[in-house]
């Protein structure tokens, strides 16, 4: 396998889904927009989601994501990363289109590495058929949400069960007209040491007790699958739903973020290419002052920066992506946080741009691209802000120097 | 009159304003917020504003804009310059509540300057008291409109009338609840010298042919006063509402755009003002690994980097007006030119990291910060990109050295 | 007196200054050059420089800098800001032309301020006249200088005289072939509260124990006047060359650096006002690929954007010496901190274009863009590195925070 | 062969040539700045490179650079590639002493494509032997160098000879001690297609007629191997000097530069690399207001936007020269673009906060830094300045939109 060109199979995948783009995503775009606009409803569920999904499905473009051979295709991080990138492109389409949205793809590693049989059986197994969604409920709106040990939502025993209070917010995808379930971060050890007091719970979101209270818009978006505030009163959940053992939550959280990290930065590149591929059709098309935009030095000059900063981060992530191939998810984690400071970054950069290249129409519905830039700008605080993650690659690289000098090849 | 600490006169609506804002206008954002959402219409028109409006004409906030002693209060460009920006630290309210927002300011001036008896009476006069609404369509969706002879919408002589037909986009206010009557730039002559073929007229909204066909969103925003796409099909309108004359539209849109610009960066620069308090509040409100954030050095060196670029482009933002008070809006291009490029921009950077520093939420409704990022984002793109004023500066300073030396002191 | 055209006085000075420059200064530059050629010393004293003292003193350009009106011309901070700037564009020559260079301007004023009689005769005069120059030695090698308590040579109390022992670094101006005497600034108490501890001594450069060990180079740069490096060796001072009492050598250094920093920003204002005439003047001068480099996008976006950032940082500049005039140099101390951060920074931005718009020769002795670059560089730490100044910025601006509410206007 | 770990004999270069580096080189950077000091000639040869070359090639570290077989290891641009890095981190020492330093590698590269069998004898082999050294003469002052067209040097034929005019500079290395030829690009035919026009013809730098005129200064730095400004008055060179043929001076040209670039790009991550080991420690060792450097979050946000820009940078770096490895330098001129801007300019940056945080001795000779940062610069202009390289990746981006969509993986 060559890093830059890929395996033979990862190429065929590259090759299929790129038609898939080409023959049904692009072209369902417009007809998306309008069933939405049809339905009146922010939530609603369009009925070409579904079209799309069995074609995707039909095609073998289905749970790319899967690392594990049982469930999905048994793609290395390092295969899976164009094909993300490719989905990254269409955002609001493709990857559930093909199973692999987030937080989906993330809640169906944690149940396929901590589940049991029943929740298996009554989620992993609709999740990775796409009958149903889930949420994971983390974030809190009174704490810095960047140092898990934060959390304050209660989840007190009370004989076989546990009683949840607490308040959670940016639970993503827990107003996507098929959401079931919800996975749950809480303190379930006050006294325990830092990293043991938390536990992460299955709760179904039709428990009683469980109540969304809003939708949180990003930058006026009212997104589809939401980003919804939940309160949980008294809610009650058998114990049999601790995933892997009480006190096991932070490091459950740990696994669940490196592959969660990544696919966020693989989609972004895809948003940075479509943003560069606009910017060059629109520089092509337009004319002011008896000059063709695209002949215009200042956006050459974007132009080669856009190319030159996404091959960049492009290889900056496959790297990584190789990394948690080779060495594990924990030994990569100094490469993972600078993806994720680096892609948004890169990618808000280009799109911005490319919004300044598309005048007035840059920032409204006609292009996908003040859409992209919303959500990039929340990619940059999303599983931790820029400087927590900053903070962590300084440690590390300081760390080499407080030793005796081991200098680098 | 000093530059720094302003007239008298100035002084006193300085104070009195701030009191205003501080007693009245602040307390009602979470109001506004509320009736809005109740309304459930992005468009509603809500009662605090009414009650705002009320309480700012008592307090003698009205008008302060116009600069016009027969229906202000006479205040120079830089006299109103800081009411402007105190104004623009609220900017869905504090500007309508005192009868200054854009475009009406614009169109008033325009009224006052060309508009006929008639105009006064029937627009200009209702305006300047309050009870109406208008917008400018000038910008069209084909072309580019950074350049004025771009201008595609036909306006053909038939008679004692003219005949309107093409589409314009971003005619920002047509959709507020009390907008009646539209400010069109057009061609009446595509023969004559490029810059003589424009006129503008003046059209009521509810001209049969004329038909706001949506709302134009701004990074997901529904605004309330709307963004309208409008199709002008065989619109008829009688050659007595032509605005000065025909071939006069390019000539009257360089006079409105002049303080137009002005007025916006104005605002905009207390928009990054309130970004900074709101930053800094939030610095020291939080926690994270053991110390306040605004103990940070990264996040000191942001308030210092915000501190030091919004006073270096207010003072420039003053140095515009009061060129345009002493030596006229044409002599004060470059430096209109200038702050056009430099407020929007530095408001921007401080917006975007007041958001980081504000987490999730800073991405959502319960700051103004995602909202004040999305409008001013598209600053850089009305009334001319950025580009286009760069090129215009880069111009004229490039004429200083075609011809003999002239030094600059 | 108006902020943007100044004084009439002020005005004249201008007019004067001006014509210094063009018939004198500038044609001076290459026969500067070739004087420093051929005496192969990099700290020899060439005769064009007193050939153009007697010049500017002849017209009344002398001094210029000096509050005093004792000693000089009697100008406010707003009234010198012009001038310095303009001296700035030459600074190898006319700020020395002018009697107005740095280090010196700084000691004449300790002099007047803090000096006795005896001081003022044996070193204020001739430094006024121009026959001597001086250096200040307060920066040491071994401890970081931005925080003035850190200092650690030894002042130690000998009967009527103190000891001094340690090492000193960027004493500016020491290898001047005038220099006679230095400000040295050491620890006479170390038990004393920690502002209380420093003194300032007067010493002659020619006193036993005196050692110049080395000249700094700055960026490869043998700078005439020279950066030295001086070990005091058990150096006899009397107690009457204590300036002002002992203990108050940080007081001191605090009164000396505010006009010592704005002095530099207006130099440093001046040096990007002549790198954007440089640039414009070669991007019409030169083609590449069919079309003169003027015509280019990009490079019209470096030129607008210089013109906008010279002007930004010059009204700040101006601010802070108006302040300095009405409120003291303490009131004004974050205005001063700003503009510390602020000029250099932009300075160094225009110049590096202005180097790349000049290809290879832009880093070489034909233009004096890089050693422009060089000292501006040097810049962001004299008299304290850029974070030191904006940690005060941030905590100034934090403290308002910190009490109840008090609004800015 | 793995593109992040290397081949297996890759592995030991690079274990070998860290030791040498750890051994010899670094311990060896005082001597040499001793040695030179004491020379007081900037262009004296110092004995410690001598012993340097002498240990280098017994450890077999001896033209690592030299891609073909009978001359050198044979090793591939993406083994040499992290060799040509590590020499870099002392680019005053390590190059020369592994004989890889430019612009000897490309001449020896040229020599060895496009020399005559006497030509190998006289000048490869001694060059390759590391006796001699040799220089490049292509740049001219009055032309822009961008354009290899724009050459001007006239090459008139005269019987069997050509007689040489013109002038040229930036001739790197024709001051070196031990310098002994010069490739020089110049016109034998000006009325030839453009790309037709040039030769490239083999002069000694003691021919009759060549006259180095002066040393240029890269910001102050006389550079020890210099950067000549030549006079060429009537040279008579025999047409068997000339490389290749008449004719095809710009094609070797072209060959010549792209492993010429990539070498640059890969000692200016060494460089970098370099830079952030010096921050580190640093940081670690100086204390301000109570707490070290390397605990401030300013700090380690540089110390952490380091590693992130100079990870991603040598990706993109070894993808170039993994393309250049597969499909040849032309079919890789785009990645060689974009290595050429983006290096240099990451590596300035990182530089320039390492200064920084040097304070005042950061831009002495204490460290390497100010001198890294010049050379740096200059590399942003050498073999192209940025704009151009740029100009070139926005045209093959903008390319692939002329013809119908070509849809990118």
Redesign the interface.
Known sequence: M???TGSERAQRY??DL?AF??ERIYPAEAVYQEQMRAAGDPHHHPQILEDLKAQARERGLWNLFHPHPEWGPDLTNLEYA?LAE?MGRSPALAPEACNCAAPDTGNMEVFTLFGTEEHKQRWLEPLLAGTIRSAFAM?E?GV????ATNIEMSMRRDGDDYLLDGRK??ASNALHANCKVLIVMGKTDPEAPPHRQQSMLVVPIDAPGVRVVRN???????DREGHAEIVFDNVRVPSSDVLSGEGEGFAISQARLGPGRIHHCMRAIGMA?RA??LM??R??S????GRKL?E??????W???A??EI???R??TL?AA?MMDTVGNKQAR??IA?IK??APNMALKIV?RA??LH???????DFPL??F??HL??L???DG???????????A??G???EPRT???
Chains 1, 2, 3, 4 share one sequence.
């Open positions: 060559d890093l830059f590259i090759a790129t783009m080409d164009p490719i974030t709106p810095a949400s960047s140092d917010w940016f949180l818009p990003v930058f006026g978006y009212q290419e560069l591929e060059c059709r520089a092509e337009r004319t002011t002052f695209s215009r030095a200042n956006i050459q000059d132009i080669a920066e190319r030159i091959e960049q981060t290889l900056l790297k190789w100094v490469e600078a400071v680096a911005d919004i300044q005048g007035a129409g840059g920032v409204t519905e003040a859409s830039w919303a700008r929340t940059r605080l999303a802000p820029d400087e927590v993650h900053k903070r962590s690659i300084a440690r690289e300081l080499r120097y407080r200098p680098r090849a």
